[in-house]
């Protein structure tokens, strides 16, 4: 590849990233306003949740820098809607999945999941930590 012709791919490649930032991403920063919240089983098993499902799971997302540059934005903001219809502890009596499922997933490590927890160190849980989110999943959610 000539000199010119690099040069003009990586003109082409600028611009595509500067226009794709005026792509409007639905739900991004437009969180609608907590409707409830579960009857937590105890204030561990809120901050626990708080801590490493409430990002996704909930309408109090807290957006980083990363979530407004497409194209990571589109996805972000995929997972967020995609955790919100599944399990939102902002609308607890709405959740398409059982309390146990959920459970099973914190306590296989599933969720958080690992590209998460690698840009949120803090959402990282221990065994032990894991162990406590899953029974008070149950135990606040309904085991049903």
Known sequence: MSRRNLLAALIAVVAFIIVIQFIPVPGLRHDP???A???WKSPQTRALA???CYD???DQTRWPWYSHVAPVSWVVAH???E???LLNFSHPSARRVSAARAARAV???SMPPFYYTWMHPGARLT???RQALAEGLVASLGGG
């Open 33 to 35: 306003t907590p409707v």
């Open 37 to 39: 919240e579960p009857a």
């Open 50 to 52: 708080v801590r490493a």
């Open 56 to 58: 996704c799971h909930s």
């Open 79 to 81: 997972h967020v809607a």
């Open 83 to 85: 955790g919100r219809a």
């Open 107 to 109: 306590e296989r490590g």
């Open 127 to 129: 065994r032990g930590e």
